[in-house]
């Protein structure tokens, strides 16, 4: 069962065994500070390892009070003023100790080293453009082809149909057969002005092609146009391929969620990467 999407009080959090954690997407300036004691309460008794939360400057006292430490830093986050740190707080807390740290530490070093290469042009051979509400059911495909277990149900065609309803852009790659063979989302958040670029994936048959790095152009020419400030990403963080994308890109490395995210069922430790689309009006 995948992790639900929920409110305490007037803020937005995401918890279960999946992800065996807590995961506050969106704090409410009205809920301080009470929140730090009632998402502990609801930590403890669902017996969740860790709890990961988006904090806003003015609020990070509280909460490393609370016992969370930065682990990522986001700056110009909310409405392009106010910087953003990812902090968690570990209830479990062999899971605060990630045994793998020279290989992510390796990776983050490879990206930042290759930054700006050269990559393969597709665009004639490919067709990319945004999703379609009729083309659900071939995204849900292509994405649980891809994805054995993912943080949120977008092997779903419904669930994609309704959160492209709402502020989630999809981006997808064809080939001149038609075929779907790439995909990714671009999560708005238009009242804080960020947008999270995410659940990227490629046929294996399509890969080394650049096409993720064409796709996160794609998605950064229309997220500025729609005047976002700031784009991110949290990326598995043992994965050469994707952190590289971004920092070919030139997103600036943020700071490593330490056994963060489950993804085909193993818990991971995440990378983030930021960058700044619109300077401030």
């Known amino acids: 069962m995948a992790d639900q999407l929920t409110t305490i009080g007037s803020s937005t959090v995401q918890h279960g065994k999946d992800n065996d954690r807590i995961y506050l997407i969106k704090l409410a300036d009205e809920d301080m500070p009470e929140l730090l004691g009632q998402i502990d309460e609801l930590a403890a008794e669902k017996n969740y390892g860790k709890i990961f939360a988006k904090v806003p400057v003015h609020w990070m006292t509280p909460f490393a009070e609370a016992g969370y430490t930065s682990e990522a830093l986001v700056p110009f986050f ?3 003023r106010e910087d953003c740190h990812f902090m968690g707080k570990y209830h479990d807390r062999n899971r605060a100790v990630e045994s793998d740290q020279d290989k992510i530490t390796e990776v983050i070093g490879l990206a930042r080293r290759n930054g700006h290469e050269s990559r ?24 649980g082809e891809l994805f054995a277990s993912y943080p949120f149900p977008i092997h779903d065609p419904d669930y994609i149909e309704r ?34 670029m995410t659940d990227f994936v490629t046929a294996p048959s399509h890969r080394r092609q650049g096409l993720a790095r064409q796709l996160l152009e794609v998605m950064e020419a229309d997220m500025g146009w729609r005047g976002i400030t700031v ?18 890109a030139g997103y600036i490395y943020g700071g490593t969620l330490v056994n963060n995210t489950q993804i085909c069922g193993r818990l991971e430790s995440m990378n983030v990467w930021h960058k700044r689309l619109n300077p401030l009006s």
């Not at 597709?122 to 083309?135: G, K, N, S, T, V």
């Not at 981006?171 to 960020?194: F, I, K, T």
């Not at 784009?231 to 070919?248: C, E, L, M, V």
Request: hydrophobic fraction near 40%; aromatic fraction near 10%; include cysteine.
């Open 78 to 80: 909310f409405e392009g």
């Open 120 to 143: 393969p042009e597709a665009a004639d051979r490919y067709e990319i453009r945004r999703c379609l509400p009729e083309e659900c059911a071939e995204m849900a495909g292509l994405f």
């Open 231 to 248: 784009a991110y990403t949290i990326a598995r963080a043992k994965s050469i391929g994707i952190n590289k994308t971004f920092a070919n």
């Open 163 to 196: 959160t492209m309803a709402e502020d989630v852009v999809y981006y997808g790659v064809w080939s001149r057969n038609g075929q779907l063979v790439a995909l990714a989302s671009a999560e708005q958040d238009p009242v804080e002005s960020n947008v999270e």
